[in-house]
């Protein structure tokens, strides 16, 4: 299956991480261009690929996770300003008919990602 998925894991509390806005961005010639902003499911996951087989195409994007209304959300406190507020994500699609599986493990200290499968 080409394309691009996401999934995002709660670390702290050890559940997926359910109501995080992601927004996917494609960066071209020094300009920004917003491809999609989507929710993340109760299972921490998205209910459609971020870029399916037709729109997936070789180049430069960015996902940019909303890690610190999360955690507000969801912390009695935190401090202000956040650790980890947004969590940006930079990276290339080279082979656009391949799947590619950007995950995200954060906690309100840290985070970390991998492509997954």
């Known amino acids: 299956m080409a394309g691009l998925t996401t999934h995002v894991l709660d670390?702290?509390?050890?559940?997926?991480?359910?109501?995080?806005?992601?927004?996917?961005?494609?960066?071209?010639?020094g300009n920004r261009h917003v491809v999609c902003t989507v929710t993340t499911n109760a299972d921490g996951r998205v209910d459609q690929p971020l870029l399916d087989a037709t729109s997936c195409t070789?180049?430069?994007y960015e996902l940019c996770f909303a890690?610190?209304?999360?955690?507000?959300?969801r912390v009695a406190e935190l401090p202000d300003p956040a650790f980890v507020e947004d969590v940006v994500l930079r990276f290339g699609i080279a082979d656009p008919t391949s799947h590619y599986h950007v995950p995200l493990l954060v906690s309100p200290w840290s985070y970390s990602t991998y492509r997954g499968s």
């Open 11 to 29: 670390t702290a509390n050890g559940v997926p991480a359910a109501g995080i806005e992601i927004t996917l961005t494609r960066l071209e010639d």
């Open 58 to 60: 070789v180049g430069r």
């Open 67 to 73: 890690a610190g209304n999360y955690f507000r959300a």
